[in-house]
C-alpha cells in the first residue's frame, strides 16, 4: 500500500514534496517527477531526497518569509496537522520575486515520526500575489514580531509598515489596555489615542515624541527609542492605585529599514518598586545625615563635657603638688575626687547610650526588697538635698508588695536620675517630693513614681525635646548645670525598655514632675535570692594574689590594701605569671585572687579557666575578683562562667574593694555557700 502511494504521488501533474519529521529534525522523503520538472523550467536547484528541510528552505525561499515558513512548518508537524500558506522564493533571472503557494497536510506515523504531504503552486502571476503582497508581508512580519514578543514579554506590539503608513496591532496579552485598532493609519492613530487613553500632563510629550520624523530621527543614532509615558488606567492591584506607567520600545524589524516594531511594556510595578526603593534610599540617607550631625554633636558636647573635669582633675592636681597648706591641699584634692566622679558619670552615661543606640542594653530581672531600695536611693540623694537646703519628702506608704521582680540595677538608676535632676534645678527652701503608690493602669501598669519638685521649671518651647540625647535647656536666669545631657534620655529608654511610660509636666518658676508608670511583677520574700552582705571587719593579714599589668592601677591597689586594710599583696603582670604563681605556691597560700580582665600574654578570663582546672583542692575553692572596665552586662556573664565569683568595675572604689574583700574572706574561711567549682 505505501508503494502504490508513491507511485501515485510520482505521477500527479502537479508539484508534491513528502516531507518526514521524527525527533524534532524534518527532511525531503520523495518529490514527484512534475516537482523536479517545474525546478528545472525555473533554474532551481533540484530538491533531492534526504534534505534537510531546513537547508530547503535556506535556498528556497526569500529571506524576509524565511521565519514565517519555518514558523508554518514547525506548526504543521507540532500542532496544527495541516497548513496553507504563500511564499515568496528566490527571484527569476529577471529579478522579479516568484510567489508560491502551499497546501500540506501532516498524517502521524507507528514509530512516533510525522509524514508531510506538500503540495506547492507557482502563482506569480495570479491576481492573488498581486494583492496578497502586503498581506503575507504582514503574516510573515506578525510571525516573526510575536517570536521575539514572546520571548522578551512585552505587553503587546504593533508593527509600522513605513511604505503605506499602515499600523498594525499584534496583542500578546489579553489584559493589556488603551490599544489602537487592529489596523488603521499611523498619525490618525496617534490623533485619537492620546486624548483618549495617555494622562493629560503625559500628552504633549507623547504628541513631539511620536512623530515618525522624531523616531526615525532618533533610530539613526540610537538602536532602541524607548518612550514612557502614563495612561488615565489605574492598576488597582498596587497601594494607592497609580496611573499604568508604560514604555514604548521602537525599532526597526529588518536591516531593510522598511517596517519599525513598536514594543510596549506596562512598567508600573516596576516603577513602583523603583520609587520605593528611591523613598527607602532617601529614607537612608536622611538617617545617615542625622547621624552624621548626631556624631558631630555627640562629638562636639563629649569634647566639651569631658575637657570640664578634666580641666578640674589637672588643673587642681597642679594646685596641690604646689600647695604647702594642708588644708587647702586637701581641698583640692576633694575636688579632683569630684572631678573624676564626673568624669565616671560621663562614661558611664556614654556607655549606657551605646548599649541603647546598639540594641545591647537587656534587663535582668531578679527579686528584691524594694522599699530597700527606695532607702537606699534616699539616703544617696538625701545628702545633696540637706547640703543644698531642700527639704525631701518620701512617700512611699502605698507602694504595694515589698518585694518585686524587675531590673534593679535600672529601676535604681531611672529614680536616681529623677531625683539628681530635681535636686539639681530647685534652689535652697523647696521641696522635692518622691512617691510611690499603686495604680490600675492600661494593661499590666501596676505602679507610679512621681518625682515632683518646686524648682525652676522648664521653658514649654524646650520641653518637646527635653528626652533627646545632650538636651540642655538654655536660657537666662539657668545656671550652668555639669552633666551629658543624658540622663533624661537614658531614663526614657529604660522606661521603654521596662514596657512603661514617662510624662512630664512643667511651668517656669513653679516646678516639674516626673511620672513613671511601670508594670512591675510582684513577689514574695522566699523567692528572693540570699544576697550576701558586705563587711566592714578587717582583712589585715589577708593574703591576696593580684594580676594586673597596668603599673598605675597595681599601684592603687596595693596601697589601699597594704597601707590601709593590711593584706598581703603578691603581684603578678599577666595571665600567665598569675596562673605560674598559684601553681608554684603551697596550697592554701593565697586568701583571694584579684584577677584582670585585659591583660597581654593571657587574659583574665583564661587565666581563670587554667586556674580552676589545677589539680589542688583550693584551685577549685579560692574566690577570683574580676577587676574590669567592662561593665556590660555580657562581660560579667563571661567571667562567671570562666569560674570567677565576683567582679569590682573600675575605677574601684577603696572602700568598695575593702568591703568585697573581707565578704570573700568570711566565706572563704568558713566555706559556708558550700562552693564548689568543677
Excluded at 410 to 428: E, G
Aim: proline share 4%; glycine share 6%.
Amino acid at each position: 500500500m505505501r508503494d502504490d502511494l508513491t507511485r501515485a504521488i510520482q505521477r500527479l501533474p502537479i508539484d508534491v514534496v513528502v516531507t518526514r519529521w521524527h525527533d524534532g529534525h524534518a527532511h525531503v522523503e520523495q518529490v514527484n517527477d512534475h516537482l523536479v520538472t517545474s525546478l528545472g523550467r525555473l533554474g532551481f536547484a533540484p530538491i533531492t531526497e534526504g534534505q534537510p528541510v531546513d537547508d530547503l528552505i535556506e535556498r528556497g525561499v526569500h529571506p524576509e518569509d524565511r521565519s514565517m515558513v519555518r514558523a508554518e512548518v514547525n506548526d504543521l508537524f507540532s500542532e496544527k496537522g495541516v497548513g496553507s500558506f504563500i511564499f515568496r522564493g528566490p527571484d527569476d533571472v529577471a529579478g522579479a520575486p516568484l510567489w508560491f503557494s502551499c497546501h500540506s497536510q501532516a498524517i502521524d506515523q507507528a514509530d512516533g515520526s510525522k509524514v508531510a504531504y506538500t503540495i506547492f503552486f507557482n502563482c506569480t502571476d495570479d491576481d492573488i500575489a498581486r494583492h496578497a503582497t502586503s498581506d503575507v508581508t504582514r503574516r510573515g512580519t506578525e510571525r516573526r514580531v510575536l517570536g521575539k514578543l514572546v520571548a522578551y514579554g512585552f505587553d503587546n506590539a504593533s508593527y509600522l509598515d513605513l511604505t503605506t503608513n499602515r499600523l498594525y496591532l499584534v496583542q500578546v496579552r489579553d489584559e493589556s489596555v488603551a490599544l489602537p485598532p487592529a489596523e488603521s493609519d499611523y498619525d490618525e492613530t496617534n490623533e485619537r489615542s492620546i486624548p483618549i487613553f495617555i494622562l493629560e500632563e503625559d500628552q504633549d510629550y507623547c504628541r513631539r515624541e511620536f512623530q515618525l520624523a522624531r523616531i526615525l530621527e532618533r533610530l539613526e543614532h540610537e538602536p532602541v527609542v524607548s518612550l514612557f509615558y502614563r495612561l488615565k488606567d489605574r492598576d488597582h492591584t498596587l497601594p494607592g492605585s497609580p496611573h499604568r506607567y508604560m514604555r514604548m520600545s521602537v525599532f526597526y524589524l529588518t536591516k531593510a529599514r522598511d517596517a519599525l516594531v513598536f514594543c510596549r511594556s506596562d512598567i508600573t510595578q516596576i516603577r513602583e518598586r523603583e520609587r520605593e526603593q528611591r523613598e527607602k534610599l532617601e529614607r537612608a540617607l536622611d538617617a545617615a545625615e542625622e547621624a552624621r550631625v548626631a556624631e558631630q554633636a555627640f562629638l562636639a558636647n563629649m569634647s566639651h563635657d569631658m575637657r570640664t573635669p578634666l580641666n578640674g582633675i589637672l588643673g587642681f592636681a597642679d594646685l596641690a603638688l604646689s600647695e604647702r597648706d594642708p588644708t587647702r591641699r586637701d581641698d583640692y584634692l576633694r575636688k579632683i575626687r569630684a572631678s573624676g566622679n564626673l568624669m565616671l558619670d560621663l562614661v558611664n552615661d556614654v556607655l549606657d547610650m551605646s548599649k541603647i543606640a546598639s540594641g545591647k542594653m537587656e534587663l535582668h530581672q531578679q527579686v528584691f526588697d524594694v522599699q530597700e531600695l527606695s532607702r537606699n536611693i534616699v539616703d544617696t540623694i538625701g545628702v545633696a538635698a540637706t547640703e543644698k537646703g531642700i527639704d525631701l519628702v518620701v512617700d512611699i506608704s502605698d507602694s504595694g508588695a515589698r518585694y518585686i521582680c524587675a531590673d534593679r540595677l535600672r529601676l535604681h538608676q531611672l529614680i536616681l536620675n529623677l531625683l539628681t535632676n530635681a535636686v539639681k534645678f530647685t534652689p535652697a527652701g523647696g521641696t522635692v517630693t518622691y512617691r510611690v503608690s499603686t495604680v490600675a493602669g492600661p494593661g499590666d501598669v501596676n505602679r507610679r513614681i512621681e518625682v515632683i519638685d518646686t524648682g525652676i521649671g522648664i521653658d514649654s518651647e524646650f520641653l518637646p525635646r527635653i528626652f533627646e540625647s545632650f538636651a540642655q535647656e538654655r536660657r537666662d536666669g539657668i545656671p550652668v548645670q555639669r552633666g551629658t545631657g543624658l540622663g533624661l534620655s537614658i531614663v526614657k529608654s529604660i522606661v521603654g525598655l521596662m514596657g512603661g511610660t514617662i510624662e512630664v509636666q512643667s511651668e517656669v518658676g513653679k516646678g516639674t514632675a516626673f511620672t513613671v508608670l511601670l508594670p512591675i511583677q510582684e513577689a514574695t520574700e522566699h523567692e528572693a535570692p540570699a544576697t550576701r552582705q558586705r563587711r566592714t571587719a578587717s582583712i589585715a593579714g589577708m593574703r591576696v594574689l593580684l594580676c594586673e599589668d597596668n603599673d598605675l592601677n597595681a599601684e592603687i591597689c596595693e596601697t589601699v590594701l597594704r597601707e590601709r586594710a593590711g593584706a598581703h599583696v603578691v603581684r603578678a603582670h599577666d595571665g600567665t605569671e598569675g596562673v605560674e604563681r598559684f601553681e608554684s605556691s603551697e596550697e592554701g597560700a593565697f586568701d583571694l585572687i584579684l584577677m584582670d580582665v585585659r591583660m597581654p600574654v593571657m587574659n583574665g578570663i583564661d587565666a581563670t579557666r587554667r586556674i580552676r582546672a589545677l589539680e589542688r583542692e583550693d584551685a577549685r575553692t579560692i574566690p577570683i575578683v574580676a577587676l574590669t572596665a567592662d561593665a556590660y552586662a555580657e562581660d560579667i556573664r563571661r567571667c562567671t562562667e570562666a569560674g570567677m565569683d565576683d567582679h569590682l568595675s573600675k575605677p574601684v572604689d577603696p572602700k568598695t574593694l575593702i568591703e568585697t574583700l573581707a565578704t570573700w574572706s568570711q566565706a572563704h574561711d568558713t566555706d559556708s555557700d558550700g562552693r564548689h567549682h568543677g
